[in-house]
Nanobody
Framework: QVQLVESGGGLVQAGDSLRLSCAAS????????MGWFRQAPGEGRQFVAA????????NYADSVKGRFTISRDNIKATVYLQMNNVKPEDAAVYYC???????????????WGQGTQVSISS
């Protein structure tokens, strides 16, 4: 199994930038699609971005397209989410997840981190 640990969350001002990291265990990291999801209070968990295992295809939710960038380092077994020009609507707990297929669907992700809180101040 894959264990995922997110870091980098915190309080940032609207318009600022933040980079989230997710460190994965194991030696099969490059075979997994890695995704970021987020969940705000009272809402379901929503897809944010995904990057495929070795071809580095990316997919973004419309709400973050042009502002967020997902990337991965298969040597370090780490996936990142660079969040630029953050907006109040970006405030949420951000979860890192791993899937065996390239997907934006929660149901395709079998491994999840515990989440990291991103708060936005005005």
């Amino acid at each position: 199994q894959v264990q995922l640990v997110e870091s980098g969350g915190g309080l940032v001002q609207a318009g600022d930038s933040l980079r989230l990291s997710c460190a994965a265990s194991g030696r099969s990291f490059s075979t997994y699609t890695m995704g970021w999801f987020r969940q705000a209070p009272g809402e379901g968990r929503q897809f944010v971005a995904a990057v495929s295992g070795s071809s580095f295809r990316t997919n973004y939710a419309d709400s973050v397209k042009g502002r967020f960038t997902i990337s991965r380092d298969n040597i370090k077994a780490t996936v990142y989410l660079q969040m630029n020009n953050v907006k109040p609507e970006d405030a949420a707990v951000y979860y890192c997840a791993a899937a065996v297929r390239y997907s934006a669907l929660q149901s395709d992700y079998g491994y999840w981190g515990q989440g990291t809180q991103v708060s936005i101040s005005s």
